[in-house]
């Protein structure tokens, strides 16, 4: 389709024509649409989803519409008045949703066959030793980066560091690691990415240090870790408001990201230095995790492919809590079909190895 996305910022000439590409781009989606005639369509929202959640609602196929932030942006908004239902990551996020609005979490990979112990052999932690793995994603890692640097000594004096530098970052990282005496030297593991394995990293961890993502906190929250969350300051105030709530539900630490140094990072190790409070937060990270959110949302979609009823919350809450099958609808539970349907003409109510580090 003519449309591009509304990540433009700028004054340009580009920006100036989106208005004309949306309305270019309506009538290829209703083509579209119109010639494989889907059962059910699913979007995440944003600007590009507009034309074809328009042309979902005029040849009236029913729309799911996922939000993975605490708030939710004006695209997806839109959207969302013409989806037969919405499903989110934080039960915040359906204030400003139409109803049916279900918390389904953040779709990640099945945790199964995933071992602690396992895990920990794989990174050599040993068994008696806290692990601290810290990522900053694609975002800004140079900060994370700095702060190691400074915080090293300390932070390896504490615990074993996972630490996942990025591709820039690895060789800095190589140097700084080659730099400690030998029998320390093993305590901090740099890795330039990790991808099958970001699991068993998880896996082996006690604290993560990361920023606020909705993948980052459905993942952590998953294995039920206390995060140490350092909202990237560049998304719109997303991940701000993500990160408040997670420290609000006292699973997390919030940083801002000017803060976050050395020194913050030794701060934050105190958390592993405090059994009960480390307790606590693990137990209100297993409260946030949503480890079955992908069977959750599949769920949605194929009722609303099937025309029949949509599951109940109590259904949505047992799958997306990693229950397996799906127990009987309770009462009550919400009715699609010509109802919903209906509804959306009217008014609102994210394969290589990992890499091993240097010995």
Known sequence: MLLRSLRTVDLSVA?????????????????????????????????VSLPVAMAAATLRIPMLVWEGNVVPGRSTRVVARLAACSAVSFVQTCRTLRDPCFRTGTPIRDLAGTDRLAARRRFEVPADARCLLLFGGSQAVARFDASVDEALPELIGRAVVLHVTGEEGFDAALARRERLAADIRPRYRPYPFLRDEMYEAYAAADLVVGRAGSSTIAETTAFGIPLVVVPYPHAAGHQAANARMVEEAGAGWVIPDEAFDGAALVEAMAILGDPRRHLEMSAASRGLGRPGAANAVAELVLALAERRPLPGPDEIEHLSRGGEGVPVVPAGSSEMPDEALDATQGDEPAEAPAEAPAR
């Open 15 to 47: 920006a100036a024509v989106d208005p004309l590409r949306l309305s270019l781009s309506y009538p290829q989606a209703l083509a579209l649409l119109g010639r494989r005639r889907p059962a059910a369509t699913f979007t995440t929202g944003g600007y």
